[in-house]
């Protein structure tokens, strides 16, 4: 089986800019969770959506809101970038809620 | 807000070393799970320990779960040069709910 795919893999923005990254679950695997990775902060749970609904919601501002296709295949989107989110953004496919496989990450950066 | 805090942050040993990260946590969870980064990649599972397990082993590692300290550790034995990375506890405190990751233990082996 494929793994989870991450695009883009590196990405600029300006401030004030909006960005859209997306991920492919593995096939079969109906809940997605994605997480924002910074030196200070470590891992930070954004949010997860199963079968298209958001289940679970991390404590980030509404500039952070995600989707979840019929394919499971899900998107993030950051709107009106600030300098502080720039970070590794990680997706994590599972099958069930507790082992998730992580993609590779896209790395976000706002100048 | 991290739920697991990794004890040492930073950890450094000699190959064929066994190695030893903890874990603590502050709410009751229904299972903990490890997971391992490679310098800034996605993560990789490695192991799952669910709240009515104590113990548990695959391959050369080793994982200890005391719910009554909420505290879990890992143990790497015979460590290997390819053991360097960074080592996170994720906890759920229900099956389906957010899993949480704790800021992680920066494992380096020495040749």
């Known amino acids: 089986k494929a793994g989870v795919t991450q695009t883009p893999r590196y990405l600029i923005k300006t401030r004030g800019q909006q960005v859209t990254l997306s991920c492919s679950p593995i096939?079969?695997?109906?809940?997605v969770s994605w997480y924002q990775q910074t030196p200070g902060q470590g891992l930070q749970f954004l949010f997860e959506?199963?079968?298209?609904?958001?289940?679970n919601k991390g404590n980030f501002p509404g500039r952070f809101s995600g989707r979840q296709f019929s394919n499971s295949r899900s998107e993030m989107n950051v709107s009106t970038l600030e300098l502080g989110d720039s970070a590794l953004y990680l997706c994590?496919?599972?099958?069930?809620?507790?082992?998730?496989?992580f993609g590779p990450g896209t790395r976000l950066t706002v100048l | 807000s991290q739920q697991g805090e990794e004890d040492p942050q930073a950890l450094s040993i000699q190959e064929g070393e066994n190695a030893t990260m903890n874990c603590s946590y502050k709410t009751s969870i229904n299972n903990l799970q490890w997971y391992r980064q490679n310098s800034g990649r996605g993560l990789v599972h490695l192991i799952l320990?669910?709240?009515?397990?104590r113990e548990k082993h695959s391959g050369r590692l080793r994982v200890t779960l005391d719910t009554s300290k909420k505290s879990s550790s890992l143990l790497i034995t015979a460590s290997r040069a390819a053991d360097t990375a960074s080592y996170f506890c994720?906890?759920?405190?229900?099956?389906?709910?957010?899993?949480?990751f704790g800021k992680g233990t920066r494992l380096h082996i020495l040749p």
């Open positions: 994590a496919s599972s099958l069930q809620a507790d082992h998730q496989y």
């Open positions: 959506y199963f079968s298209e609904t958001q289940r």
């Open positions: 320990i669910r709240s009515n397990e």
């Open positions: 096939s079969g695997h109906r809940s």
């Open positions: 994720a906890t759920a405190m229900n099956r389906d709910d957010k899993i949480i």
